[in-house]
């Protein structure tokens, strides 16, 4: 088991993989989704220890992505984001997500806003 659930969270029910993690001189980063009670699905982001993935060295106690789009409030399975993989871009990470279990969309995040969080910030 590397992570689990946080009760009192935005992730305090059930947590699950996104992508492949990236790289980084800090550690791998993790795109990750969670949900609540209220069964809201969101983005969440980890840093794992580069020689020992199982160690997290960071995690954000905010989620980085929540519905709030149409699509990811009404679809198929409404309050729902998550993510199945992302490209690494010279300055951002592109994080590719379901919304409501109907549509597949595309959410960028500059390395530069990252930049504190992979130092532990």
Not at 100 to 115: N, P, R, T
């Amino acid at each position: 088991m590397i992570m689990r659930p946080r009760p009192g969270t935005w992730e305090s029910v059930r947590i699950g993989a996104g992508g492949p993690p990236f790289k980084t001189d800090a550690g791998w980063l993790n795109f990750y989704h969670g949900y609540n009670e209220a069964h809201v699905y969101c983005l969440g982001l980890a840093l794992h220890d580069l020689h020992d993935p199982a160690k997290i060295l960071n995690r954000q106690d905010e989620p980085i992505l929540c519905p709030m789009a149409p699509w990811e409030l009404f679809g198929d399975v409404p309050n729902v984001v998550f993510t199945c993989g992302g490209i690494e871009t010279e300055t951002d990470y592109l994080i590719y997500y379901g919304g409501g279990d109907h549509v597949m969309a595309v959410a960028s995040v500059s390395k530069e806003d990252i930049a504190a969080f992979l130092k532990g910030g």
